[in-house]
């Protein structure tokens, strides 16, 4: 079966500094991967999605995220963080082998401070 | 880009009403669409995938006669939340496979449900 982890329920960074927010995933085939964000009272947004080729994927906003297969991670990163990327963030996976069901992460909620 | 429209954001309830939560695929066609609930503070928990002209497919313990889903036509999707009690209260989300065949999806803005 396929599940999705975020060990961290917040994160907090300052303003400018670089901040990483953590994802593990586990699937029986290959993995789609995908990183959303969610401001209050409001649906998902894509961020970014890993289906094949370059490890680094570079989405919206300046966030990136490194897809790493043998640690079965798909961290998502910014160099410089702002005050406005405050919000809930979440890891997805879909399981290749098996329909379009997509498993999502508990959440990550990011703080960044001025 | 692909945008989803998910109709109301906000409904107050009594308990034994029921409600409809409307989700359309404003610029494109949507053949399969998910509905997703959420609780505080929580992830999104999928509970059904809603397909255009069938039945929708229900994950192990949501009460699909509780849980009404009408994907009728390839733009619009409808959730109905049946006889409400206050434990239905919950933000409920859609979602559309995007057309671009890269297995992304788009996100309705939600509904937060208050049953009283």
């Known amino acids: 079966a396929q599940s999705v982890a975020q060990p961290e329920d917040q994160v907090k960074v300052a303003e400018g500094n670089p901040l990483t927010v953590k994802c593990t995933y586990s699937?029986?085939?290959?993995?789609?991967l995908f990183w959303y964000v969610q401001y209050p009272n409001r649906g998902l947004q894509f961020l970014l999605k890993?289906?094949?080729?370059?490890?680094l994927v570079k989405g919206s906003y300046g966030f990136e995220a490194e897809f790493n297969k043998s640690q079965t991670s798909f961290h998502l990163k910014k160099p410089s963080a702002l005050v406005s990327d405050s919000a809930l963030y979440f890891c997805?996976?879909?399981?290749?082998?098996?329909?379009?069901?997509?498993?999502f992460g508990a959440g990550t909620r990011l703080f960044v401070k001025a | 880009g692909a945008v989803v429209s998910q109709h109301p954001s906000r409904v107050i309830c009594k308990s034994g009403t029921s409600v409809k939560i409307e989700c359309r695929s404003l610029?494109?066609?949507?053949?399969?669409m998910f509905w997703y609930r959420q609780f505080p503070k929580q992830s999104l928990m999928l509970m059904a995938t809603?397909?255009?002209?069938?039945?929708?497919?229900?994950e192990q313990g949501v009460e699909k006669d509780k849980f009404l889903i009408n994907h009728a036509s390839l733009t619009l999707s409808t959730l109905t939340v049946t006889s409400a009690h206050p434990e239905d209260s919950s933000f409920y989300i859609c979602?559309?496979?995007?057309?671009?065949?890269?297995?992304?999806?788009?996100f309705g803005s939600g509904t937060r449900l208050t049953v009283v």
């Open positions: 979602s559309a496979l995007n057309p671009d065949g890269h297995y992304g999806y788009t």
């Open positions: 699937v029986s085939g290959n993995p789609y």
């Open positions: 890993y289906i094949t080729g370059d490890n």
């Open positions: 997805a996976v879909r399981d290749t082998a098996g329909g379009f069901k997509t498993i």
């Open positions: 610029d494109f066609q949507a053949t399969t």
């Open positions: 809603s397909n255009e002209g069938s039945k929708a497919t229900y």
